[in-house]
């Protein structure tokens, strides 16, 4: 087993002022990656298991897999009762709940410290020995609770827009042209076999970080953790399917749909961009934020050409992608609405950021990160993620670091770089047209 030590800047604000905080890691011989962070303020602990695996590692035809083995893995286990997962956490005090995204699914649990045993046991027992509890009543079941949140998606107003814009940008067949909900046809169509198949492939010590946070003795953690995973045999070794698309969309995409939900148009300009951790990623994450503001005040309060403007990035791990999306005023179109918004794009690269403005962002951002870090569950969370993602789970404090130290003319330079006409897709989404003599 290996283990290292860590200590940083953004961990000692994170915690209370009285104590020094280090987070520790170490590997089982199984392949197992252990975060350990302690933190006596309040008696609770985080334990938080991610998996390397999401929506991009399913086959086409098969989507939405991800996610409804997502519920499956809350169906019982080898020796947890069927169903009785969340009473198991629920009734010793905690609260537990689980996310699926493109590049991973995660499982967290905040229970006073004293049950923080238990909760390893449930989840070693989920990870190691719920492949032979899978049965078809149980997934039948967690079918319908999946096709249920994909209907009542899809009746909301946008409900299909990430779902079109997905597919706008990124290749037929690739891992994020499909979203993590998945298709619900392909849901139904799962079975039991297939879900065993799927835990033995991905849900293995080797293709897994675990971290705790909080209210412990790290090396009686460390123990029990051996105790409950040790034993848990090494899956094998496989690769995760590349994701392999150009680095720019190589020209302009457009379509237009129509959304008879929908109250208002909607604009969505889509970009793809460097992900976290890689060169760029930081001053697209500062472009996003200046023009985010830029666009409040130009286009919805002098202007008066939207009712809304935002910019945001993705947040995928490969590739990811700055959306920008707004709502026209009315009267304006939105081929008018898109010319203001590159023309604010266009604003940014040739007259660059003011130093009061890269100030605010730089304190905005860094702030939002350091709020994330005060919560046991957000911290254990940022802390695995980093460590799947980047093979560190302290590499936060690095864009903390970046951020701090960027250049005045570095957001400018990335948006000249990357937010550009033909690295560009542009959905439109209009209600459906009112009928004659009628209401809509």
Same mark, same amino acid.
């Given at each position: 087993?290996?283990?290292?030590?860590?200590?940083?800047?953004?961990?000692?604000?994170?915690?209370?002022?009285?104590?020094?905080?280090?987070?520790?890691?170490?590997?089982?011989?199984?392949?197992?990656?252990?975060?350990?962070?302690?933190?006596?303020?309040?008696?609770?602990?985080?334990?938080?298991?991610?998996?390397?695996?999401?929506?991009?590692?399913?086959?086409?035809?098969?989507?939405?897999?991800?996610?409804?083995?997502?519920?499956?893995?809350?169906?019982?286990?080898?020796?947890?009762?069927?169903?009785?997962?969340?009473?198991?956490?629920?009734?010793?005090?905690?609260?537990?709940?689980?996310?699926?995204?493109?590049?991973?699914?995660?499982?967290?649990?905040?229970?006073?410290?004293?049950?923080?045993?238990?909760?390893?046991?449930?989840?070693?027992?989920?990870?190691?020995?719920?492949?032979?509890?899978?049965?078809?009543?149980?997934?039948?079941?967690?079918?319908?609770?999946?096709?249920?949140?994909?209907?009542?998606?899809?009746?909301?107003?946008?409900?299909?827009?990430?779902?079109?814009?997905?597919?706008?940008?990124?290749?037929?067949?690739?891992?994020?042209?499909?979203?993590?909900?998945?298709?619900?046809?392909?849901?139904?169509?799962?079975?039991?076999?297939?879900?065993?198949?799927?835990?033995?492939?991905?849900?293995?010590?080797?293709?897994?970080?675990?971290?705790?946070?909080?209210?412990?003795?790290? #090396?009686?953690?460390? $123990?029990? !953790?051996? =105790?409950?995973? /040790?034993?848990?045999?090494?899956?094998? &070794?496989?690769? @995760?399917?590349?994701?392999?698309?150009?680095?720019?969309?190589?020209?302009?995409?457009?379509?237009?749909?129509?959304?008879?939900?929908?109250?208002?148009?909607?604009?969505?300009?889509?970009?793809?961009?460097?992900?976290?951790?890689?060169?760029?990623?930081?001053?697209?994450?500062?472009?996003?934020?200046?023009?985010?503001?830029?666009?409040?005040?130009?286009?919805?309060?002098?202007?008066?050409?939207?009712?809304?403007?935002?910019?945001?990035?993705?947040?995928?791990?490969?590739?990811?992608?700055?959306?920008?999306?707004?709502?026209?005023?009315?009267?304006?179109?939105?081929?008018?609405?898109? #010319?203001?918004?590159? $023309?604010? !794009?266009? =604003?940014?690269? /040739?007259?660059?950021?003011?130093?009061? &403005?890269?100030? @605010?962002?730089?304190?905005?951002?860094?702030?939002?990160?350091?709020?994330?870090?005060?919560?046991?569950?957000?911290?254990?969370?940022?802390?695995?993620?980093?460590?799947?993602?980047?093979?560190?789970?302290?590499?936060?404090?690095?864009?903390?670091?970046?951020?701090?130290?960027?250049?005045?003319?570095?957001?400018?330079?990335?948006?000249?770089?990357?937010?550009?006409?033909?690295?560009?897709?542009?959905?439109?989404?209009?209600?459906?047209?009112?009928?004659?003599?009628?209401?809509?």
């Amino acid at each position: 087993m290996r283990s290292f030590l860590y200590m940083g800047l953004a961990l000692l604000l994170a915690a209370s002022p009285a104590s020094a905080v280090t987070i520790s890691k170490h590997a089982l011989d199984n392949g197992l990656i252990v975060i350990l962070h302690e933190d006596h303020t309040v008696p609770l602990v985080a334990v938080d298991t991610w998996y390397k695996v999401g929506s991009r590692d399913e086959l086409t035809g098969r989507t939405g897999f991800a996610h409804l083995f997502e519920h499956l893995m809350f169906e019982g286990s080898k020796h947890a009762a069927q169903g009785q997962y969340d009473a198991q956490v629920n009734g010793r005090g905690g609260v537990n709940n689980a996310t699926t995204s493109f590049d991973r699914t995660n499982y967290w649990a905040v229970v006073p410290s004293e049950n923080l045993e238990e909760v390893l046991r449930l989840e070693s027992d989920r990870m190691g020995f719920l492949r032979d509890s899978i049965n078809p009543a149980a997934l039948v079941k967690q079918q319908k609770i999946v096709s249920n949140e994909l209907r009542q998606r899809s009746n909301q107003p946008y409900g299909s827009l990430f779902e079109e814009i997905c597919a706008l940008v990124w290749p037929s067949g690739h891992g994020y042209s499909w979203t993590p909900g998945g298709n619900i046809d392909h849901v139904n169509a799962a079975t039991a076999d297939e879900a065993r198949v799927f835990h033995e492939r991905f849900y293995n010590p080797n293709n897994a970080v675990l971290v705790v946070s909080g209210d412990h003795d790290p #090396a009686r953690t460390l $123990g029990l !953790i051996k =105790k409950w995973y /040790g034993a848990l045999p090494r899956g094998v &070794e496989e690769p @995760r399917r590349p994701l392999t698309a150009p680095e720019r969309l190589g020209g302009r995409r457009e379509k237009n749909v129509v959304d008879p939900k929908a109250q208002l148009p909607l604009l969505l300009l889509a970009f793809p961009v460097p992900s976290g951790g890689q060169p760029g990623s930081k001053e697209l994450a500062a472009a996003a934020a200046i023009l985010s503001t830029r666009m409040a005040k130009s286009l919805q309060r002098q202007q008066r050409v939207a009712l809304s403007a935002s910019a945001s990035l993705l947040g995928t791990h490969v590739r990811d992608v700055l959306m920008i999306e707004a709502v026209p005023a009315p009267g304006t179109s939105l081929q008018q609405l898109e #010319a203001a918004v590159t $023309g604010e !794009i266009a =604003k940014l690269v /040739g007259e660059g950021v003011k130093p009061q &403005e890269l100030s @605010r962002v730089k304190a905005g951002l860094a702030t939002a990160r350091l709020n994330a870090l005060q919560e046991l569950q957000g911290l254990a969370e940022t802390l695995a993620e980093n460590e799947a993602a980047r093979g560190n789970p302290a590499a936060f404090e690095d864009d903390i670091a970046a951020l701090d130290n960027m250049d005045l003319a570095a957001p400018s330079e990335a948006a000249r770089v990357w937010l550009t006409p033909d690295n560009m897709a542009v959905l439109r989404v209009t209600p459906r047209p009112t009928d004659a003599g009628g209401p809509r």
